[in-house]
């Protein structure tokens, strides 16, 4: 993933992508032929998707806790099948 790509459309990565992507940038980073300044380009993309994914994160608990809250949900029936 390029910096143009990641720019563009950053809200509809999603939370799985975003966390193959920071696997791709541990593993790149850890590779011994790695130049300070990629080193450092790396570690800037991959600070920007942890926030990314903690802003979702917390967006879906606070859904799950109203959803809890008003008393939308419903038991699921399960067959035994």
């Known amino acids: 993933m390029?910096?143009?790509t990641s720019d563009q459309g950053a809200s509809e990565v999603?939370?799985?992508?975003?966390?193959?992507?920071?696997e791709?940038?541990?593993a790149?980073?850890?590779?011994?032929?790695?130049a300070?300044?990629?080193a450092l380009k790396l570690f800037e993309e991959g600070v920007?998707?942890?926030?990314?994914?903690e802003r979702v994160l917390s967006e879906?608990?606070?859904r799950v806790e109203e959803l809890l809250a008003s008393g939308e949900?419903?038991?699921m029936d399960i067959d035994d099948a």
């Open 73 to 75: 949900t419903k038991p």
């Open 48 to 53: 920007s998707h942890v926030r990314q994914a």
């Open 14 to 22: 999603t939370l799985e992508g975003r966390l193959a992507r920071l």
């Open 28 to 34: 790149r980073m850890e590779a011994e032929d790695v």
């Open 36 to 38: 300070l300044e990629e």
């Open 2 to 4: 390029t910096d143009a």
């Open 24 to 26: 791709e940038i541990l």
């Open 60 to 62: 879906t608990e606070l």
